[in-house]
Nanobody, 127 residues
Framework: QVQLAESGGGLVQAGGSLKLSCAFS????????MGWFRQAPGKEREFVAV??????????FYSDEVKGRFTVSRDNAEKMVYLQMNNLKPEDTATYYC??????????????????WGQGTQVTVSS
């Protein structure tokens, strides 16, 4: 059974950086796409980034809101997924979640396609 645990959130000033981590426990992480999502107060959870599993090409995809500022990476041997967030903006304030999926690439941004979720880590960006 897969379990996920995020860490690394905190309070940062606008323009600053944070690196989130997601620890994966269970069967091989190589079999899964690993996605990052976020949910701000009063808003729906939204897609942020995904690291595609090696067997499906190993690429990364990003939302338009974070492209060029965030970078997703994975260490399959250590079963860790990371989200490096640079040039943070107040609108990046949210709880960030990691999740796993085996969906076809056409559905990789869809929240419903992800199976297991972590408890989330809070990121607050002050102006």
């Amino acid at each position: 059974q897969v379990q996920l645990a995020e860490s690394g959130g905190g309070l940062v000033q606008a323009g600053g950086s944070l690196k989130l981590s997601c620890a994966f426990s269970g069967v091989s992480m190589r079999d899964y796409h690993m996605g990052w999502f976020r949910q701000a107060p009063g808003k729906e959870r939204e897609f942020v980034a995904v690291s595609v599993r090696p067997g499906s090409g190993g690429r990364s995809f990003y939302s338009d809101e974070v492209k060029g500022r965030f970078t997703v990476s994975r260490d399959n041997a250590e079963k860790m997924v990371y989200l490096q967030m640079n040039n943070l903006k107040p609108e990046d304030t949210a709880t960030y979640y990691c999740a796993n999926s085996q969906v076809a690439l056409s559905g990789i941004r869809l929240i419903a396609m992800y199976r297991t979720w972590g408890q989330g880590t809070q990121v607050t960006v002050s102006s």
